[in-house]
């Protein structure tokens, strides 16, 4: 596994995190670890929605089919909003 270090974080920032992880019943590095798995989540399903989008937006150039890319769209946005839940849940954990 990579370690990952961050210099220079706000007295604040740090102070929010820990009440976060101590919410959720987990130490700051498990915490810290699922909000960016979940981050990394939301990602890559965003690029794939822009990549949805992209593609059913040249079909619809070509074709009539605009009701395609709100089909895709609806799909994409329901599994990414499915595996943020999976995510978040897991993290609860």
Do not use: C, F, K
Request: no cysteine.
């Amino acid at each position: 596994m990579i370690n990952i270090l961050i210099r220079d974080v706000p007295d604040v920032v740090h102070a929010q995190l820990v009440a976060g992880a101590e919410a959720a019943g987990q130490s700051l590095q498990r915490y810290l670890l699922h909000r960016l798995e979940a981050q990394a989540a939301q990602t890559d399903i965003e690029r794939a929605i822009g990549e949805w989008t992209s593609l059913a937006q040249a079909r619809a150039a070509s074709t009539d089919l605009s009701w395609a890319a709100a089909d895709l769209i609806g799909e994409a946005r329901h599994e990414r909003d499915n595996h943020v839940a999976q995510v978040v849940d897991d993290a609860r954990r």
